[in-house]
């Protein structure tokens, strides 16, 4: 079958049956999200206020824990959701495991430094091997008098034992899975308007179980994530509870003047009767309904199609657009069910009325269309925290990076994030790639028992109920690294048809062909190490050289989909390495330093090292380690992406291998663990200009890549070259159109006599009036870099030759005339400098910061228009930088600038 192919309409009603008090898997209700559900009854938040206790030092039974007589004397107090790390961490229990190595000094961290622990057993001494209780006691709401109860676990790792005033409501035998819900009928053993007490047995996850992992990305804590790590809560209905409603929408591009929408939701009887009612939805001023009946115990999807309901048609419509394409429309759906002329329960969502599709190009590349428009994603790999915490600032923060960089799209590998992160890319427009991981037992298919694959079924229909409805969502992968096997991916697809999910679904993230679903159309070749810049130009599906092949899907080169992909490690600057490793280990790198990289292949940054130190010279400390650190990072990044922007749509899609780290990390990072932004982050911001004069190292040409959708007509295209002494070596002008979401080769530079060992390239490109609209800053080398392509694997492909910058440390020092201002603007403040290069001389990689005052630590997060910028002689320039105001702390902002030659 063609994966991308959506299930046709379902105008049937599907069923199950539920006895009362067994596990009902169902969406999360987000209480003032933009885009949540929403019940008649405000959810009541079982979040502060619980007690937590490993049961090796606890006697009493579930059924005695449960009940208000227990006293849980010297329990840890906690909030949900945590894990049980998490939690003694916070109560200061444990260190603050991200400094150093004191990860390593935590009790049941024996396992090998760099493995996956995922697939290691936990030791039998292991503070973790025995479960471990959490107890809450609360009120439940009187209100919820005569009421049906339910009682929701948004997740728990990895299985559990709940006992509910001293009744077992579930065992461990059935609440299994880290990706599943879980919702409790719970109405015969809650009393509302008096004291409850609800007590879970968590049990930790063992190397056989679909659970959780970060795979070579970074450590894991020694409890592999035990616990409660979403979030609990209560809600109450009438008879009937409704859950999940979803749009979903056909369009008829290119006009996209008419919408098809089906409209479906779930619907569960709390009771042990027949219940009869109505169905019904509205859409602005669109209302439909329908009769439903519901056998008692019953859960039922109930949907509405534009055939049986006409006015389900919309004409022209306000559609959903990621943030580069226009605007992300979102429109409002409120449902509700009555019965017996009362109503029972009622919901309500945010959508989007878009269309994706996919298909194959001429090399067989996945190609993205969204509303019948071309897309060439590009984005990054993302990472919860290593110990799950949430916090909804940091959340808007880094996608408020993600929307500043430019890109369009996130994957989810396994790490399927909550309500309000996908609330959050509905409204931002930013795209997300979801699907499981890989390298644990999630890929471990032969040794999967009949247990798992129903776990695994149920876990996927409690994920794709939860995502169907947000706009947000480009694909789903049913496998990472490796395609599922023909029974599990066709178990997949059958969920997938019978939930109508909407959107393209992927087999895996690699080359990998099935007999079920045929080719992916994506590859997942690496690299994941260092790679010169030049890689992803010279690398052609052709596989000119007599190269490896690294994958299956060819090498990383820019064609076809990359799922994952990076140019190496990403050495932060020097202020979040003194935070990661301490001021004792600062130099030289150390183990500390390996600690905070990867695992498997990835346990040094010695291949980055090595790398730095033959293209830029030998650092003679920390501060100029990092500076050339972010100078070869900021090259990297930036040239893969320029390479797949130039070759759309050969290249259709990319993802940075990753966008962040789940802690404190050396490697794979746009911005770092502490939200400081570095070289590869404005490498990357520079990359994805919405017009964008690029530099080929393949062939020394001059392109221009347009990312947005409008014609841009008049522009000119201006590129200089200079030596190291500024002298001008070469200037072309070219005036050129840019249409629409466009790529096109302007002209070549011819050889040029008389360039200094390193020499620069500037590109500098104006609208019709003269006004800078684009802009690139190239440092060269007159020594080739070559690659030895024989050597090629899955990770990297290794230099032969290196580019030589060490010529840069003969640029003269140059002092710089800066001016900076500072307004306010609601809760933000905007500090603009102003930078003059007085001198006969470059400024290069000027780097700015604005400080809490003098000599005080640095603003974050911070939204920099521009960063390690270059000033040519007699340059000026302004640069703004956006914060919370709050973060100033009543000081002043003062600026600090600093650079490779700058006093």
């Known amino acids: 079958m063609n994966s991308e192919t959506w299930p046709p309409v379902i105008d049937r009603i599907r069923t199950r049956l539920i006895p009362a008090l067994l596990i009902i898997s169902s969406s999360a209700f987000a209480q003032g999200a933009a885009n949540s559900n929403s019940s008649t009854e405000t959810r009541f938040a079982l979040r502060d206020g619980w007690s937590l206790q490993t049961s090796a030092k606890v006697e009493a039974t579930g059924e005695t824990i449960s009940t208000p007589r227990f006293a849980p004397s010297g329990w840890h107090t906690v909030a949900v959701p945590a894990t049980v790390v998490a939690a003694l961490v916070k109560d200061n229990t444990l260190p603050d495991p991200f400094f150093a190595m004191n990860l390593r000094d935590f009790a049941g961290m024996n396992y090998r430094i760099g493995a996956n622990f995922s697939n290691i057993a936990m030791a039998p001494d292991s503070p973790y091997a025995p479960p471990w209780w959490y107890r809450k006691e609360f009120t439940a709401p009187v209100s919820y008098k005569d009421k049906t109860i339910w009682l929701k676990f948004e997740g728990i790792n990895y299985r559990a034992s709940i006992w509910l005033n001293g009744k077992q409501i579930a065992k461990s035998e059935d609440v299994a899975g880290a990706w599943r819900t879980y919702e409790f009928n719970v109405t015969e053993a809650v009393r509302p308007g008096a004291e409850n007490v609800l007590a879970v047995q968590v049990f930790a996850p063992t190397e056989h179980d679909l659970a959780i992992t970060f795979v070579d990305w970074n450590p894991a804590p020694p409890d592999k994530n035990m616990g409660l790590w979403r979030e609990v809560y209560l809600t109450a209905s009438g008879p009937v509870a409704l859950r999940y409603p979803t749009v979903v929408s056909r369009l008829n591009p290119p006009a996209n003047d008419r919408a098809q929408l089906t409209v479906t939701a779930q619907l569960k009887n709390g009771t042990n009767q027949t219940v009869a009612g109505k169905l019904k939805g509205q859409i602005e001023d669109i209302t439909f309904e329908q009769e439903v009946e519901l056998a008692a115990n019953e859960m039922k999807d109930v949907t509405f199609t534009p055939t049986q309901f006409p006015q389900l048609v919309f004409l022209n419509p306000r559609l959903w657009w990621p943030a580069q394409m226009g605007n992300p429309n979102l429109y409002s759906l409120s449902m509700e069910f009555e019965t017996n002329g009362a109503m029972s329960d009622r919901s309500s969502t945010e959508f989007g009325i878009r269309e994706i599709t996919s298909d194959f190009n001429s090399i067989g590349g996945r190609a993205f269309h969204i509303n019948g428009k071309n897309i060439l994603l590009r984005g990054g790999g993302w990472t919860p925290d290593m110990m799950l915490r949430e916090n909804a600032q940091r959340l808007r923060d880094e996608l408020q990076y993600v929307r500043d960089m430019g890109l369009n799209t996130i994957r989810l590998e396994g790490k399927l994030e909550t309500q309000e992160f996908f609330d959050l890319a509905d409204r931002e427009g930013i795209l997300v790639m979801a699907g499981w991981c890989c390298c644990d037992f999630w890929e471990r298919w032969p040794r999967w028992k009949p247990e798992d694959f129903e776990i695994a079924k149920q876990s996927l229909r409690d994920q794709i109920y939860r995502l169907r409805s947000h706009p947000s969502l480009v694909m789903w992968l049913n496998g990472s690294d490796n395609p599922p096997p023909p029974d599990v991916e066709q178990m997949y697809l059958d969920v997938e048809k019978e939930l109508l999910w909407p959107n393209p679904v992927v087999s895996s993230a690699t080359g990998q062909k099935t007999s079920v679903s045929g080719q992916s159309g994506v590859k997942m070749t690496g690299p994941y190490e260092y790679i010169a810049p030049s890689y992803w130009e010279v690398d052609t599906p052709k596989g000119q050289r007599g190269r490896k092949q690294c994958n299956p899907g060819g090498c990383g080169g820019a064609y076809g989909f990359n799922t994952e992909t990076s140019m190496g490690p990403a050495v932060p600057p020097v202020e979040s390495i003194l935070a990661m490793v301490g001021k004792d280990h600062l130099w030289p790198i150390d183990d500390v330093w390996n600690y905070h990289a990867g695992g498997g292949e990835f346990k040094t940054i010695r291949v980055f090292r090595e790398a730095l130190a033959n293209r830029y010279g030998k650092s003679d400390g920390v501060e100029d380690f990092a500076m050339k650190s972010q100078m070869q990072t900021y090259e990297g990044v930036r040239a893969m992406y320029e390479?797949?922007?130039?070759?759309?749509?050969?290249?259709?899609?990319?993802?940075?291998?990753?966008?962040?780290?789940?802690?404190?990390?050396?490697?794979?990072?746009?911005?770092?663990?502490?939200?400081?932004?570095?070289?590869?982050?404005?490498?990357?911001?520079?990359?994805?200009?919405?017009?964008?004069?690029?530099?080929?190292?393949?062939?020394?040409?001059?392109?221009?890549?347009?990312?947005?959708?409008?014609?841009?007509?008049?522009?000119?295209?201006?590129?200089?070259?200079?030596?190291?002494?500024?002298?001008?070596?070469?200037?072309?002008?070219?005036?050129?159109?840019?249409?629409?979401?466009?790529?096109?080769?302007?002209?070549?530079?011819?050889?040029?006599?008389?360039?200094?060992?390193?020499?620069?390239?500037?590109?500098?490109?104006?609208?019709?009036?003269?006004?800078?609209?684009?802009?690139?800053?190239?440092?060269?080398?007159?020594?080739?870099?070559?690659?030895?392509?024989?050597?090629?694997?899955?990770?990297?492909?290794?230099?032969?030759?290196?580019?030589?910058?060490?010529?840069?440390?003969?640029?003269?020092?140059?002092?710089?005339?800066?001016?900076?201002?500072?307004?306010?603007?609601?809760?933000?403040?905007?500090?603009?400098?102003?930078?003059?290069?007085?001198?006969?001389?470059?400024?290069?990689?000027?780097?700015?910061?604005?400080?809490?005052?003098?000599?005080?630590?640095?603003?974050?997060?911070?939204?920099?228009?521009?960063?390690?910028?270059?000033?040519?002689?007699?340059?000026?320039?302004?640069?703004?930088?956006?914060?919370?105001?709050?973060?100033?702390?009543?000081?002043?902002?003062?600026?600090?600038?600093?650079?490779?030659?700058?006093?």
Do not use: C
Not at 674 to 691: D, I, S, T
Not at 701 to 725: E, F, M, R
Not at 733 to 762: I, M, R, W
Not at 805 to 812: I, K, R, T, V
């Open 643 to 903: 390479a797949y922007s130039r070759n759309k749509y050969q290249a259709t899609g990319v993802i940075q291998w990753m966008l962040n780290n789940a802690w404190p990390s050396m490697i794979w990072h746009l911005y770092d663990y502490y939200l400081r932004p570095g070289g590869g982050y404005f490498g990357a911001k520079r990359a994805m200009e919405a017009l964008h004069p690029v530099y080929g190292y393949d062939d020394h040409s001059i392109w221009l890549v347009s990312s947005q959708y409008d014609d841009a007509k008049g522009l000119k295209l201006t590129a200089k070259i200079y030596n190291l002494d500024m002298s001008e070596k070469f200037n072309q002008q070219s005036t050129v159109d840019a249409p629409a979401d466009s790529t096109a080769k302007v002209f070549t530079l011819p050889d040029v006599s008389g360039l200094s060992p390193t020499y620069f390239l500037e590109l500098r490109l104006e609208d019709s009036v003269g006004k800078l609209v684009g802009s690139n800053f190239y440092w060269l080398s007159t020594k080739p870099e070559t690659l030895d392509w024989a050597k090629s694997n899955w990770w990297m492909t290794p230099t032969s030759s290196y580019a030589d910058f060490s010529a840069l440390s003969q640029l003269p020092k140059v002092k710089l005339r800066v001016s900076e201002r500072t307004e306010r603007k609601g809760d933000e403040a905007i500090t603009h400098v102003t930078l003059e290069n007085p001198t006969k001389s470059l400024a290069f990689f000027v780097r700015l910061k604005v400080d809490k005052g003098v000599k005080s630590d640095e603003i974050l997060p911070v939204i920099w228009e521009d960063n390690y910028i270059s000033l040519l002689p007699g340059e000026k320039r302004e640069v703004m930088a956006t914060y919370r105001a709050s973060e100033l702390g009543g000081a002043n902002p003062a600026v600090e600038v600093s650079g490779w030659n700058v006093e």
